[in-house]
């Protein structure tokens, strides 16, 4: 069954949250999340299924990985569109030695992805 905002779903469908790693970090997330991860290559408005899952559940039931929960063995994957590819706010770096005249400035911006989760299959 797939649990999507839009669908003729049951209700226990609709509160189906999953646990997935991106980016190195991991997120709880539930269909409709936005969640902000490091850069993947992936083109802007495609959809990409998030291959490492670790866990499924809902008010019902639970499933957990060990570690992962793969598509050929449950039948569970997260699919998510990417929303934007951007990059975060500047973060200022300044170094100073005092009374030796040696100050640096240093920006740094990070590259990120915005994902919108679009369904939860189980």
């Known amino acids: ?10 209700p226990s ?4 949250f999953a646990v997935v790693h991106v980016g190195g970090k991991q997120y709880k997330v539930t269909t409709g999340d936005t969640i902000v991860t490091n850069k993947l ?3 802007m408005g495609e959809q990409v299924a998030l291959p490492k899952v670790l866990m499924v559940g809902s008010a019902e039931a639970t ?10 063995e449950t039948g569970v994957r997260v699919l998510a569109t990417v929303v934007e590819q951007t990059k975060t706010a500047k973060v200022q770096v300044f170094k100073k030695k005092r009374r030796k005249g040696y100050a640096r400035r240093h920006g740094h911006r990070q590259d990120i992805t915005v994902l919108r989760i679009d369904s939860i299959e189980q």
């Open 1 to 10: 069954a797939t649990a999507t905002a839009t669908g003729t779903a049951s």
């Open 13 to 16: 469908l609709l509160r189906l």
């Open 41 to 43: 290559d992936v083109a």
């Open 63 to 72: 499933v957990i990985g060990r570690p992962l929960l793969t598509f050929e």
